[in-house]
């Protein structure tokens, strides 16, 4: 299996599936394909249909292959656990259903966090008490996915959350057992967060079992960052720009994927905002031919 290039529902502004501002899934999958893109990611659970026959003829009629599936929800706060754990089996029957191989935990916003996305150096952190049942949650929603329905499992680090910063990745890779956990590597929000995803791709390859590219406008990113802009206005400022108009060094990325013999798929996220992103299937389309442009195929 070679590099495939896949892309997500996120790239069309769906980040909750019953949003009103959502375009119709039917929609999503058409433009993906339009776009040339060959696989796509099932998004939120219950923004797809549940029903595996009428995804699966939707899915054949364009041409798409899913790729995984992402539980984003609040694995910071016990309070929602229920809700996490109905999102970790709900994405893992879909997935499944349809032959995908990709579950994706991301631990959603926290108002804790918010304010200080992309600030390190002021974030709070979580008491001892309160990391160590924080990782249980996410190593209990991995081993339901790698052993109850024997899908491969990455974590994800995400803007405003509390698995944001790269030590706070880093402590918990060293922290779960890697034959549940692995890495959902996302060069955008690895960027936003301040660090550089070239660097940590170099260290960690051999965990990274899936990647997400996005790009990050360091121009915007500045002006975020020095405003003090929650995560969902930056989306609406174009914080998350075109590939290859930011500052991730994807011919790099390209380069140590190759070196390494990665194989599988790779997923085009561009989050936006659904009203104020005139035309998704344009911006799918162009970041599809700038990834030809570098030698992706």
């Known amino acids: 299996m070679s590099i495939r290039i896949g892309n997500a529902p996120c790239s069309w502004g769906v980040e909750f599936p019953n949003d009103p501002r959502n375009p119709t899934w039917?929609?999503?999958?058409?433009?993906?394909?339009?776009?040339?893109?060959?696989?796509?990611?099932?998004?939120?659970?219950?923004?797809?249909?549940?029903?595996?026959?009428?995804?699966?003829?939707?899915?054949?009629?364009?041409?798409?292959?899913?790729?995984?599936?992402v539980v984003f929800r609040a694995y910071h706060d016990e309070k929602q656990w229920e809700d996490v754990l109905d999102g970790t089996h709900r994405t893992c029957k879909a997935l499944v259903a349809h032959g995908a191989k990709h579950l994706v935990l991301i631990d959603s916003i926290s108002e804790r966090r918010?304010?200080?996305?992309?600030?390190?150096?002021?974030?709070?952190?979580?008491?001892?008490?309160?990391?160590?049942?924080?990782?249980?949650?996410?190593?209990?929603?991995?081993?339901?996915?790698?052993?109850?329905?024997?899908?491969?499992?990455?974590?994800?680090a995400h803007a405003a959350g509390f698995m944001d910063f790269e030590p706070e990745l880093e402590r918990l890779l060293s922290e779960v057992?890697?034959?549940?956990?692995?890495?959902?590597?996302?060069?955008?929000h690895h960027s936003y967060a301040g660090f550089d995803p070239v660097e940590f791709m170099q260290k960690y390859i051999s965990r990274i079992s899936y990647m997400h590219f996005k790009d990050i406008d360091p121009e915007v990113k500045q002006k975020v960052l020095d405003n003090r802009t929650g995560f969902y206005d930056a989306c609406g400022q174009g914080i998350f720009c075109n590939l290859g108009d930011g500052d991730v060094d994807f011919p790099t990325v390209r380069k140590?994927?190759?070196?390494?013999?990665?194989?599988?798929?790779?997923?085009?996220?561009?989050?936006?905002?659904?009203?104020?992103?005139?035309?998704?299937?344009?911006?799918?389309?162009l970041n599809r031919e700038y990834l030809e442009t570098i030698g992706f195929k």
């Not at 394909?33 to 060959?38: E, N, V």
């Not at 956990?181 to 996302?186: A, E, M, S, T």
């Not at 140590?256 to 389309?285: H, K, M, R, Y």
Request: glycine share 10%; net charge negative; aromatic share 6%.
């Open 256 to 285: 140590i994927l190759l070196e390494n013999n990665f194989e599988g798929w790779c997923t085009v996220e561009q989050d936006c905002d659904p009203l104020l992103d005139p035309n998704p299937l344009s911006d799918a389309q």
């Open 177 to 188: 057992d890697e034959e549940i956990l692995k890495i959902c590597f996302d060069t955008g």
């Open 26 to 69: 039917q929609k999503v999958l058409e433009e993906c394909s339009d776009a040339g893109y060959k696989g796509i990611e099932l998004g939120p659970v219950g923004f797809m249909p549940e029903d595996p026959e009428i995804l699966g003829e939707a899915l054949e009629k364009f041409d798409l292959e899913l790729i995984g599936g």
């Open 114 to 156: 918010a304010p200080t996305a992309g600030r390190v150096n002021e974030a709070e952190q979580m008491s001892k008490e309160e990391w160590s049942s924080y990782r249980e949650r996410i190593t209990t929603s991995a081993r339901i996915g790698a052993e109850e329905y024997g899908l491969t499992v990455g974590i994800h």
